[in-house]
């Protein structure tokens, strides 16, 4: 079975805090993804990853920056926590060239509460 | 970027019932998927369909390539199938594109 793992379920931080959001899959998957997700909006992709050291900004990258040293580690970075990023981080791994047509792999989530 | 809709955002049935959740598609795509969300969080994927149909048990999930269009059916629904369904398709037809989701569909299905 895939597994795809998040660093903590749940995480509070204080506003202007610098905060790692680590994700770790198994299974050798070229792809990881960074998303958010908030009630009413859905899941929108924040950043990905095709291949070790190799990053692409989502549709919301403002606010946050990604590391992708090895192939199975793809950390989110807050630099300074806002009030605005509280919220549902989800992470997702997937194999091959054509990501659309891969199968997802979702970690279990952190809710992340800045205050 | 492909828009992904979803109708209804909420859906609440007896259990039993036959079950519909629908998703249109602005852009020409290679692939949609269907994910289920339980309470706790946790996203698996049920489906990736490119065309005709395809069944897991008591789910079945068609698409219509020229209408831009997908459903995802439950029969004999039952409690346990109370989660939120979301579809989610290439945000361009060009290939190595990342997915965009849908809104989700909350179903609460009521013994």
């Known amino acids: 079975d895939v597994k795809v793992t998040q660093s903590s379920r749940y995480l509070v931080k204080r506003t202007g805090e610098k905060v790692f959001l680590e994700c770790v899959q198994d299974?050798?998957?070229?792809?990881m993804f960074w998303y958010r997700q908030d009630p009413g909006l859905g899941l929108r992709l924040i950043y990905f990853?095709?291949?070790?050291?190799?990053?692409e900004k989502g549709d919301i990258p403002e606010g946050y920056s990604v590391s992708r040293e090895k192939k199975e580690r793809f950390s989110l970075i807050l630099e300074s926590a806002s009030t605005n990023q509280t919220s549902m981080y989800l992470c997702?791994?997937?194999?091959?060239?054509?990501?659309?047509?891969?199968?997802?792999?979702f970690g279990p989530g952190t809710r992340l509460t800045v205050t | 970027k492909n828009e992904v809709e979803q109708s209804p955002q909420n859906l609440t049935a007896q259990e039993g019932e036959f079950i519909t959740i629908n998703c249109s598609y602005s852009?020409?795509?290679?692939?949609l998927h269907w994910l289920q969300q339980h309470p706790g969080g946790g996203i698996v994927s049920l489906f990736m369909?490119?065309?005709g149909k395809k069944k897991h048990g008591r789910l079945i999930a068609t698409i219509n390539i020229q209408e831009k269009h997908s459903s995802l059916h439950i029969t004999a629904s039952h409690p346990r199938d109370s989660a939120v369904y979301i579809c989610?398709?290439?945000?361009?037809?060009?290939?190595?594109?990342?997915?965009?989701f849908g809104k989700g569909t909350r179903l609460s299905v009521i013994a």
């Open positions: 997702a791994s997937s194999s091959g060239n054509l990501p659309e047509v891969s199968e997802q792999y």
């Open positions: 299974m050798d998957h070229e792809n």
């Open positions: 990853s095709y291949d070790v050291k190799m990053k």
């Open positions: 852009v020409g795509i290679s692939a």
């Open positions: 369909l490119s065309s």
């Open positions: 989610a398709a290439p945000r361009a037809y060009s290939g190595n594109t990342p997915l965009v």
